[in-house]
């Protein structure tokens, strides 16, 4: 008889910002598999005698590979377990979620999404900003900086990622955002548009860093730290 997957959000890492119904779903699951930044005092909240199975993917750390990933969700499932496949920020946002569902499909295999908290509406909250305001703000943005290899992507829409009429937030951003701000200048970015790093979104270590984006890019061009971070710029970044 199979089992059935739940992938749940678990959030940017505060414990608090868990939904009830990721917690019910933790609470009773035979096997969680979660991603590194959702580890540590989330766990708790797991089922005592779950099996606790990290599958986290970090750039430039040894990591499982997706199709790993993926059989053993089928495992699981297939073997009658109830499994949480617990996702940082929410499932759907450049999670890969969509190569779990694909294998889940294919073997026949129920499932559910739980939705959470995205860490850029909760940076957006630690900064104390909005992510929209009429006339200035009307649009709202998710772009990742980095594709399979660790570089900026190439397909980029640079045109609409330099509207200074959006908010735009970059996911996996510091490596590559100096190339990336260059290219928004080059498609009529200004230079001094406000721009917001936050790094460790909700956890104690949380980091907030407001500078123009060509400040924010020469300040990752001398350094770049391993924390996990996002990059929000346009004109609301500056807190005005």
Known sequence: MSGFVSFVG??????????????ARLKAADAVLFDDLSSGAILKYARS??????????????SPKQNHVSRLLVEY???GARVVRLKSGDPGVFGRLEEEL??????GIGFE??????SATAAAAAAMIPLTRRIVARRVQFVTGHDVTGGLPEDLNMAALADPLATTIVFMPKRTF?????????HGLPR????LLAENVSRPDQMLARDTVMGLAGQLADSVSDAPALILYGSLADGA
């Open 77 to 79: 499932a297939a073997g």
């Open 113 to 118: 999404i739980v939705p959470g908290v995205t």
């Open 192 to 195: 001094e548009t406000p721009a």
């Open 178 to 186: 100096p190339a990336f701000a260059e290219h928004l200048v080059a």
């Open 102 to 107: 694909i294998a889940l499909r294919a073997a």
């Open 10 to 23: 678990s959030g940017p890492g505060d414990p608090e910002l868990l939904t009830l119904k990721a917690v």
């Open 49 to 62: 005698g779950a099996d606790l199975i990290g599958v986290g993917k970090r750039a430039g750390r040894p």
